[in-house]
């Protein structure tokens, strides 16, 4: 029992909305990227990323984004194939819009940072129409990626989704996701994205997320449990607040709360990743109905696996790896 109800006759589990992009990972790690001479290409893009941690937890999952009609575009589509994740609302670019890029500098395992180009990038482009209501009534959960509100035609295709979602009782899950350099203004972010996570069932931020959010409404003191009670006088019934290494709190609509610590690991290479391997184990705990502070756990072993590999995608780890990890560090805690 976990305070949400998924409709069970649906055929997908879980379909992501927003950007399908790439993802080029420094080689030489510990490094500026001044220096850097080589990168291993991955798909990322968040919503990206955490539709395929489910799909490699063996959650049915599909997308809805548009891709570039280029080698990027055909790769991106082939690896979601690969995967099992339903493309049918994966839309082809034709105005000359290119796949947006996330180069990421990995200067020491907490010194990370991405530089990403996104001029003109086919994810934005998506428009109302192409959303599909007939794919959205398939599943039990729809995932908004905040980055998809920075500009139009893509804000007004979430607005659209939402409708749908709303319309068929499909749990809507927003992820903040918030990339400054792609919105104008923390003021625009902020009016977009308390529109769209008012009407949210689950909503999944950082506290510095929520900060921006909050700039437009306030309150003023920054308190997590004030943050997650005004989203449940809205739509939400779960709220959880990332805090990074710290990790996370889940607020639950009756009142409970849940302080979920981290899975060290051995290796940090990288801390990207984290949220979104964290955001995909949670959602799958959820889909299978376990209590909050179990999907709280699954995520943050999850990320623990993440932040110990070289890329996000294909890094998100199986069902198995992750009961593993949490085994393993019983296992250590109690001797
Ligand atoms: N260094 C770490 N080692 C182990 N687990 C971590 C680490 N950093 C984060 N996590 C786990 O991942 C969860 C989400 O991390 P974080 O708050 O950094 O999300 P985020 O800011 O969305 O991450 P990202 O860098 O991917 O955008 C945390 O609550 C924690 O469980
Ligand atoms: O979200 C992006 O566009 C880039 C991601 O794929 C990247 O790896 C990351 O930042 C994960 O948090």
Same mark, same amino acid.
């Given at each position: 029992m976990n305070h949400i109800t998924f409709q069970q006759d649906r055929e997908l589990d879980f379909i992501g909305l927003g950007r399908l992009c790439i993802d080029l990972n420094a080689n030489e790690i510990n490094r500026p990227m001044e220096e850097t001479l080589?990168? *291993?290409?991955?798909?990322?893009?968040?919503?990206?990323?955490?539709?395929?941690?489910?799909?490699?937890l063996g959650a049915r999952t599909g997308f809805i984004?548009?891709?570039?009609? $280029?080698?990027?575009?055909?790769?991106?589509?082939?690896?979601?194939?690969?995967?099992?994740? $339903?493309?049918?609302?994966?839309?082809?670019?034709?105005?000359?819009?290119?796949?947006?890029?996330?180069?990421?500098?990995?200067?020491?395992?907490?010194?990370?940072?991405?530089?990403?180009?996104?001029?003109?990038?086919?994810?934005?482009?998506? @428009?109302a129409g192409e959303v599909q209501e007939d794919f959205i009534k398939r599943a039990k959960a729809i995932l908004i990626s905040g980055t998809a509100l920075a500009s139009s035609p893509s804000r007004e295709a979430v607005f659209q989704a939402? @409708?749908?979602?709303?319309?068929?009782?499909?749990?809507?899950?927003?992820?903040? $996701?918030?990339?400054?350099?792609?919105?104008k203004s923390k003021e625009e972010t902020a009016i977009y994205c308390n529109l769209v996570a008012e009407q949210c069932d689950v909503i999944i931020a950082g506290r510095e997320e929520f900060d921006v959010m909050e700039i437009v409404t306030g309150p003023e003191v920054k308190d997590d449990s004030a943050t997650a009670q005004r989203w449940? @006088?809205?739509?939400?019934?779960?709220?959880?607040?990332?805090?990074?290494?710290?990790?996370?709190?889940?607020? *639950?609509?009756?009142?409970?709360?849940?302080?979920?610590?981290i899975f060290p690991a051995k290796q940090v290479i990288k801390t990207f990743g984290a949220g979104d391997s964290f955001a995909g184990a949670f959602i799958y705990g959820l889909l299978q109905g376990w209590p909050v502070e179990k999907c709280q756990e699954f995520g943050s072993a999850s990320a623990s696996i993440v932040v110990s590999s070289h890329s996000c995608s294909d890094a998100m780890p199986t069902v198995e790896q992750i009961e593993n990890l949490i085994r393993e560090h019983r296992a250590n805690s109690s001797i």
């Open positions: 080589t990168f *291993t290409k991955y798909v990322g893009g968040s919503p990206a990323n955490i539709t395929i941690a489910l799909a490699k984004g548009k891709v570039s009609d $280029d080698q990027f575009g055909r790769f991106i589509k082939s690896y979601l194939h690969k995967l099992n994740i $339903d493309t049918r609302n994966v839309v082809t670019d034709h105005t000359g819009a290119v796949t947006g890029l996330a180069f990421t500098e990995i200067k020491s395992p907490t010194d990370c940072s991405i530089l990403m180009y996104r001029n003109n990038v086919a994810d934005l482009k998506l @428009e939402i @409708e749908y979602a709303r319309k068929h009782q499909v749990v809507i899950i927003f992820d903040v $996701d918030y990339r400054r350099w792609t919105w449940f @006088e809205r739509q939400a019934k779960i709220v959880v607040v990332k805090h990074g290494g710290d990790g996370s709190i889940v607020f *639950t609509k009756d009142g409970g709360s849940s302080q979920g610590g």
